[in-house]
């Protein structure tokens, strides 16, 4: 069924972006799950990127929003842990995006029991900037816990790396 307003709530539910990296869709992201309309009421399903994420509650107050500002008069955003998320879940065009906006995109994820190792990882990664594969680890830990940050020793530019979970 429609909105008041003609779209759909899978379409409206569609524009809202990532609050830690606005350049991504919750779509391209791939934490949007499901839209179901019945009526004026729509459920949406997200999943966190990892438990904890601290954007979980941003994500569910804008779709919220968003429908409600479209005509739908109910609105219940659900969290699903399962299936985990994993970093595979980021769309081919929110890949592309990361990387005009400078951040490098994650790998595949790791499959398998993950070693627990206290040494820094080493990722095999280019610069998002010059494409370059002469890069260094600088910090584990970006500005949100599922960054890394590196340094390119080609055109010395820092960016950040989005872990592969």
């Known amino acids: 069924m429609s909105s008041p307003r003609g779209g759909s ?3 409206v539910a569609a524009t ?3 609050p830690e990296m606005p350049m991504l869709t919750l779509v391209d992201l791939g934490v949007l799950r499901d839209v179901v309309e019945e009526g004026e009421r729509v459920t949406v399903t997200i999943t966190p990127t990892y438990s904890g994420c601290p954007a979980m509650a941003t994500m569910r107050d804008d779709l919220r929003h968003a429908l409600l500002d479209a005509g739908y008069a109910d609105v219940d955003v659900r969290i699903s842990l399962s299936p985990a998320w994993s970093s595979d879940w980021i769309t081919e065009g929110g890949r592309r995006k990361l990387s005009t906006h400078g951040l490098s995109a994650p790998g595949p994820a790791p ?4 070693t627990l190792t206290l040494t820094p990882l080493r990722r095999p990664i280019d610069c998002p900037r010059c494409g370059s594969a002469d890069v260094e680890l600088t910090s584990e830990f970006g500005p949100t816990a599922c960054k890394a940050l590196y340094r390119c ?3 010395l530019d820092p960016f950040e790396h989005v872990k592969e979970i």
């Open 153 to 155: 020793r080609a055109c």
């Open 9 to 11: 709530a899978l379409a």
């Open 16 to 18: 809202v972006t990532d």
């Open 111 to 114: 499959t398998g029991p993950v």
